[in-house]
């Protein structure tokens, strides 16, 4: 079945440092890929999406490429700030659409 | 964007009691909720896929009679959690999928945290 994995967190950083989530996956077909944000104590807010191979995402200064060949969808941004200590998850919805699923999560904290 | 909205954001209840837990799309229709459970620095659980007037689809080990789940509207699903104990105690989040939407993109309501005493 489908499956994602993110590298383990917590990760720790100082502000305008640059910030790399690893996300890979596994599944069937051409799935689309997701980053969502989940800041504390809400749901999840939609980062970015892509949908087809070599397609880049991105929002907020955040991006990830969608890469078929490493099933990698890797988010990046070049100088985080305080603002975005959250949890990231990487996700991916199957061919059918139907569903997402999702990674572990990776917790995020920007210090001054 | 698409809005969804829980309701309520939190609930203390005692133990033995029900909980009902409303997820509302706010300006679009949805065909398809899903119902997410969630543990402390844990990730999203899929109990359910509640799909407009039929029955819900549960995730193997989680118990229907215990989590009810309605989806009577286009804009509309219900949880309740029946008979709650301590262990039922989590941070539940539904999602909803707009129709016609063929990536299979969400839409999140805020959550709602249950806490059973």
């Known amino acids: 079945g489908d499956s994602v994995t993110q590298m383990e967190g917590p990760v720790t950083l100082s502000e305008e440092a640059f910030l790399t989530i690893n996300c890979t996956y596994t599944?069937?077909?051409?799935?689309?890929l997701f980053w969502y944000v989940q800041y504390p104590g809400e749901g999840l807010q939609l980062l970015l999406k892509?949908?087809?191979?070599?397609d880049k995402g991105s929002n907020k200064g955040f991006e990830a490429t969608y890469r078929k060949e490493t099933t990698s969808f890797h988010l990046e941004k070049g100088s985080v700030q305080v603002s975005d200590s959250a949890v990231y998850f990487c996700?991916?919805?199957?061919?059918?659409?139907?569903?997402?699923?999702f990674g572990e999560g990776t917790q995020l904290t920007v210090n001054p | 964007g698409a809005v969804v909205s829980q309701h309520p954001s939190w609930v203390i209840c005692k133990s033995g009691t029900s909980v009902k837990i409303e997820c509302r799309s706010l300006d679009f229709q949805a065909t398809t909720m899903f119902w997410y459970r969630q543990f402390p620095k844990q990730s999203l659980m899929l109990m359910a896929t509640s799909n407009e007037g039929s029955k819900a689809t549960y995730e193997q080990g989680v118990e229907k009679d215990k989590f009810l789940i309605n989806h009577a509207s286009l804009t509309l699903s219900t949880l309740t959690v029946t008979s709650a104990h301590p262990e039922d105690s989590s941070f539940y989040i539904c999602?909803?999928?707009?129709?016609?939407?063929?990536?299979?993109?969400?839409?999140f309501g805020e959550g709602s945290r249950l806490t059973v005493l």
């Open positions: 892509a949908t087809k191979a070599d």
């Open positions: 999602s909803a999928k707009v129709r016609a939407e063929v990536t299979g993109e969400l839409f």
């Open positions: 996700a991916l919805s199957g061919t059918s659409g139907s569903r997402l699923t």
């Open positions: 599944a069937t077909g051409y799935p689309s």
